[in-house]
């Protein structure tokens, strides 16, 4: 029997597998899934844990590839869908994990954002710092804040939204959320950073419930360590683009 191309949870829900070789495996990430420790999210599902948890059930999508570990290399938000790199080893978590922090990992996201932008590109670098008062939030910290660099391109414009390609250059917590929302254009369903006030004062619960995350990871390019060979993963963008009313 062939090996299943997706990921399947107790709760039997399938995730895809976009890519997978020796060392790794990138799966489409669904939104609903926390990759944090439960007190930041409590709300959202723990992905790791469920991972963990089917791999140990010797569930079959595992048990056919003879898998007895798989650790998520880099995160994505709760909310936000698309690529997440998996690390097969430990050995592998570090390796690749090593590219994402000497920023050699070329990563590409989608966004939908409220407004339309006058400019086509742009570069926003805005130091970016937990925030206190928050937990799992930041802001806004131009004397404090670490470094965060995301180029930003709109690809196509409508009446009252834009459809943006977000290349981060760091990986900082909401980097591309922060950056967008300082911008005056938030992510469309954003519920924590919003125009009803700067984030350097902290997020803004606005969100009206049901309104899904306008934020998807599409592409991950990156030099295999172990093979130096070339790996572009890409996440299908259709029913994204479907959904937010762009094609």
Not at 41 to 58: C, F, M, Y
Not at 98 to 106: A, G, I, N, T, V
């Amino acid at each position: 029997m062939a090996k299943p191309n997706f990921i399947e949870l107790a709760d039997e829900e399938q995730i895809p597998i976009l890519y997978e070789d020796r060392s790794v495996m990138a799966i489409d990430k669904p939104p609903g899934w926390m990759l944090v420790p439960f007190s930041w999210q409590k709300t959202n599902r723990n992905l790791q844990t469920a991972i963990t948890s089917s791999i140990a059930a010797g569930d079959y999508w595992a048990r056919s590839r003879n898998l007895k570990y798989l650790r998520n290399i880099h995160r994505l938000d709760a909310d936000t869908t698309g690529i997440l790199l998996l690390g097969k080893s430990q050995g592998a978590v570090n390796s690749l994990g090593d590219l994402f922090e000497s920023r050699k990992m070329e990563k590409v996201y989608l966004a939908v954002v409220t407004g339309v932008p006058k400019q086509d590109e742009w570069i926003c670098q805005l130091r970016l710092a937990p925030n206190p008062e928050e937990i799992g939030q930041v802001k806004v910290d131009p004397r404090g804040g670490k470094d965060a660099e995301t180029h930003f391109r709109v690809l196509q414009r409508s009446q009252n939204t834009a459809l943006i390609e977000a290349s981060p250059v760091t990986g900082r917590t909401h980097q591309i959320r922060v950056h967008l929302a300082e911008t005056g254009h938030p992510v469309v369903g954003d519920p924590l950073y919003s125009l009803q006030g700067s984030s350097t004062e902290g997020p803004r619960r606005t969100n009206r419930r049901g309104v899904k995350l306008g934020l998807r990871a599409v592409s991950l390019a990156y030099i295999d360590p172990f093979t130096q060979r070339r790996v572009q993963i890409n996440a299908p963008t259709e029913g994204f683009l479907r959904e937010f009313r762009f094609g």
